[in-house]
């Protein structure tokens, strides 16, 4: 899947370089970053609002169990691929998943 070759990806680039990059270009990356990963937040919400409309159409309740644990070992192995911590894709998860199902309320 996807995550194997983000994970090939990571292997490929090898060990982390001396930081050419002073204190404040970093933060303006950082910034950069922020800024983007807060815009691809807004159109998932955006998302899960169309799907809780979807839902409601159908009847169907916002929880689904078995999508939120398809979602949280696609989450898994996306972090692992990159070598996050479990515990930060947890509570990302836990955040994201939490607000999406009230969006879709």
Do not use: C
């Amino acid at each position: 899947p996807i995550w194997n070759s983000a994970r090939r990806r990571r292997m490929e680039m090898g060990p982390k370089k001396p930081n050419r990059y002073s204190e404040r270009d970093l933060r303006i990356q950082i910034d950069a970053l922020d800024a983007q990963l807060l815009k691809i937040i807004h159109s998932r919400f955006r998302v899960a609002q169309k799907i809780g409309e979807a839902k409601q159409k159908k009847g169907l309740p916002i929880y689904d169990a078995k999508r939120e644990k398809q979602v949280m070992d696609n989450w898994s192995e996306f972090g692992e691929a990159f070598g996050l911590s479990d515990a930060l894709i947890k509570d990302l998860h836990a955040v994201l998943t939490d607000h999406s199902k009230r969006a879709q309320s």
